[in-house]
C-alpha cells in the first residue's frame, strides 16, 4: 500500500513569541511602584483598572522598562527579517485585576505593529487567549479527535511572572474569567510599538 509521506508547511504564521523578561524581585519592584500610579475603572469590567497608557513617559524606572521591552521587540522583527530603521514605543499601561471574576473581553491593539504583554503577578487562571485571524475557518469545523494548535479556534498562552509575550497587534486576544476563577492578583504590562521606517514597494511607498 503506497503511504504518503508529505512535507508540511505551515503557511502564514501568526507569530507569537514568549519569553523570560524579569526575575521576581523585578516583578515585585514594578508592582509596588503601580501604587503611586493613579488608575482608573473599565468600563465594561468593573473588577479591572488601568493606569494612564502614558506609563513609560512618567520617570526614568518605566522608560528604562520601555527600553528593555523594545530591545526584544527588535529581536523579534529581526527574527521576521523586517527591514526598518528603529522601533519606539508608542503606549504603556498597566492592567489590574479587582476581583475574583476578572476578565479583558476580545480585543486588538489598533495603530501600532508589535504589541507586548508583561506578566508581573498572577495565576493559571489569568492566561491570553489568542484567537485564528482567519474567518474563513468558521465555515465548517468539523468534530476533531484532538485539539491541536493545527485545528484549534484559539490558544491559551499559560500566565508565567517575569514572562513577556510579543505578538503582532491585529491579533485579536482576551482573558476569560469566572466567578470560580480567582484573578484578583493578576497584574501586567502591556506595550504597543510602531517602526521608523522607509517602505520602498512599488507602488506602495510609504515613509512612517
Avoid at 488608575?39 to 520617570?59: A, C, M, P
Avoid at 526614568?60 to 514605543?89: H, N, P
Amino acid at each position: 500500500m503506497f503511504e504518503l509521506k508529505p512535507t508540511k508547511h505551515l503557511l502564514f504564521p501568526s507569530l507569537v513569541y514568549h519569553s523570560p523578561f524579569l526575575n521576581q524581585q523585578e516583578c515585585e519592584m514594578y508592582v509596588k511602584s503601580l501604587e503611586n500610579v493613579k488608575k482608573e475603572g473599565s468600563s465594561f469590567n468593573s473588577d479591572f483598572y488601568q493606569t494612564t497608557d502614558k506609563l513609560h513617559l512618567l520617570n526614568d524606572m518605566w522608560k528604562g522598562l520601555s527600553d528593555k521591552v523594545i530591545k526584544v521587540i527588535e529581536s523579534t522583527a529581526d527574527d521576521q527579517c523586517i527591514m526598518r530603521d528603529s522601533f519606539y514605543t508608542t503606549c504603556m499601561w498597566a492592567n489590574i485585576s479587582a476581583g475574583q471574576g476578572y476578565f479583558h473581553k476580545t480585543h486588538t491593539h489598533p495603530n501600532s505593529f508589535f504589541s507586548a504583554i508583561i506578566y508581573l503577578r498572577g495565576s493559571k487562571a489569568s492566561s491570553t487567549v489568542f484567537y485564528d485571524p482567519r474567518p474563513q475557518v468558521g465555515v465548517l469545523t468539523p468534530s476533531v479527535s484532538e485539539d491541536t494548535f493545527l485545528n484549534s479556534p484559539g490558544f491559551q498562552l499559560s500566565f508565567i511572572e517575569g514572562s513577556i509575550v510579543i505578538f503582532p497587534s491585529w491579533l485579536s486576544h482576551c482573558v476569560v474569567g469566572n466567578k470560580s476563577d480567582d484573578n484578583r492578583d493578576r497584574i501586567s504590562i502591556s506595550c504597543n510599538s510602531m517602526l521608523h521606517s522607509e517602505i520602498n514597494t512599488d507602488t506602495a511607498y510609504l515613509k512612517i
